[in-house]
């Protein structure tokens, strides 16, 4: 039974040093993770921002296309959109995206939702009466949002919005089945060819960790230099 | 007249909180509106900027009707200051970006002159040394003197005040009226929603009653405090003094 328990020789047992021999490729996935994840976020973040002021928006038909098009993005898995983007739009729009963009729609589009519906509740908790002073003033309702209420809605918006980047950076492995060579498509290359998946799992899963640890870190000072001004 | 006030009337679902009010006043007026709470006079002051949408009559503002589909509302608003119970200060800016933001933003004024006319009022309010604190290191009474303030950088014809003190510590009551109090020496034309029964008495020109959303009396503050006419103006009085 002793092959059961894990000691700390089985650990030291694996060949870690052989791991820098795959940096290379690993690297190259890691800079595909990174890359889909900051451009994705950063559009999602641009169309989470507009969809999620339509979702309080007077227009009707602009409320009404911001929730269609966030009860989809939430009620469907992010990898049932990433097949359905990559091997499905194409035989519709007769034209087959690269992987690695559309991986990035599905990034984009997928955040956007979600990160809506935090400019929403943020936009929302901000208090009426900074509105009707901003108005009973003279500025118009685009100027009031844009030097009243979302200034004071975007500090509120930090915390969920440091959440949703972490969950859409891990979202991104998915994106391996539509073929984008990212961190975990070239993990599972090298450790299907070298037969060394406890090394490379567990690097891959360390790289994971330590974008996302990065990320909560520099959404902390954010936090603190923000608070620190008022 | 420089407000004028024909058959307002204003309801939120089916409860009518104004039921028709005819009233109007001069340049340099100052109109203090009194009675009990939920008697629409916070929603009358509010008709007269349209932070309250109007559900029929007419408010006009300077020869310009509130109620015309054509008015562009915040050309007028910036004619109108306004004064909060809740002082509602930006709590992001600090107090002279408080001040320099609609006189920028609105009128067009440079960082600098806006600075200047922002200081000036600061000085005026007695707050000169508060220039770049924040909102929130401020006590309720230097918070409302910093939102008149405010409301006065966009140099407006008329001033509104929705119980002003009402928020405030009884102490720091006093700073507060006097700086309205000097605003009505200078001819400033104010409508002051209040229950500072002494300021309305002292500083007043004339005093409104309402009581559900009636214009019960009007007078001066001798005419309603002294003498009143009406029995529900009496039982009001006499509750409060």
Redesign the interface.
Known sequence: MAEGILTMERLLGFNWAGVIEFLPALTAGLYYTLFISVVGLAIGFVLGAFVGLGRISRFKVVYALATVYIEIIRGTPVLVQAIWIYFALPLIIQYTLPSVLAGVIVIALNSGAYIAEIVRGAVQSI?K??T?????????RH?TMR??VW??AF?RMIPPLGNQFIISIKDTSLLSVILVPELIFQGRLVAANHFNAVEIYTTVALFYLAITLTLSGVLRLVEKRLES?? | MIIEVKDLRKSFGSNEVLTGIDCSIAESEVVCVIGPSGSGKSTFLRCL?L?EEITSGEVVIDGNSLTDRRLKI??V??????V?Q?F?????KSVIENIM??PM??RSLSQEQARERGRALLKKVGLAEKENA?P?SLSGGQQQRV?IA??LA?EPKIMLFDEPTSALDPELVGEVLAVMKDLAQEGMTMVVVTHEMGFAREVGDRVLFLDGGVLVEQGTPTEIFDNPQESRTKNFLNKIL
């Not at chain 1, 108005?135 to 118009?140: D, F, K, N, P």
């Not at chain 2, 608003?77 to 306004?82: L, S």
């Not at chain 2, 509602?88 to 992001?92: A, E, M, Q, T």
């Open positions: 208090e009466g900074q009707e002073a901003g108005r009973s003033l003279g500025m118009s100027m030097h009243v200034p004071q500090r001004r008022s | 900027n932070l915040d050309g608003r910036a004619e109108i200051g306004m909060f809740q509602n200060l930006f709590p992001h933001l609609a933003k609105v924040y929130g939102a405010r409301a966009m």
